[in-house]
């Protein structure tokens, strides 16, 4: 028989630091699907492990249930380019990612999903409507 030689994170730890870990990987997008931008509530691995991915935090973005379950076994890259929410930025953020640049790849989810970030913007967007006006 053919042993695969790839260790699992799952394998590695005990479930408390999975857990842990999981946490860290959705805070990195704010609990957001880093393909369509809704809440996240699962880890999804962008290079599938049937394909030889590994269980390590380059290869796992979080997802929602919708994205992942509708990616299953393919690789992200190839499925995401299909998808009717596509966005190059985002795009570009997964293949930061997969490179280990989390920095970049955050950076390029906030440029695609500009209410991601400051709430006090309201304040200033009505003072420019009134001058519209
Ligand atoms: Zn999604």
Not at 24 to 30: A, D, N
Not at 103 to 122: D, T
Request: charge should be positive; hydrophobic fraction near 30%; glycine fraction near 4%.
């Amino acid at each position: 028989m053919h042993i695969n030689d790839a260790v699992f994170l799952e394998d590695l730890c005990p479930k408390f630091r999975l857990r842990q870990w999981r946490k860290s990987i959705h805070k990195f997008t704010g609990k957001s699907c880093i393909y369509c931008g809704k809440p996240s509530e699962s880890i999804d691995h962008v290079i599938p492990r049937c394909q030889g991915g590994l269980s390590t935090t380059e290869n796992c973005v979080p997802a929602c249930l919708s994205c992942n379950g509708d990616k299953s076994n393919e690789n992200a890259l190839y499925w995401y380019r299909r998808q009717k929410f596509y966005d190059p930025r985002r795009a570009m953020a997964i293949r930061a990612w997969l490179e280990g640049d989390l920095r970049l790849a955050i950076r390029l989810l906030q440029w695609a999903n500009p209410n991601f970030k400051v709430k006090n913007k309201s304040y200033k967007k009505d003072e420019s409507e009134y001058k519209a006006a």
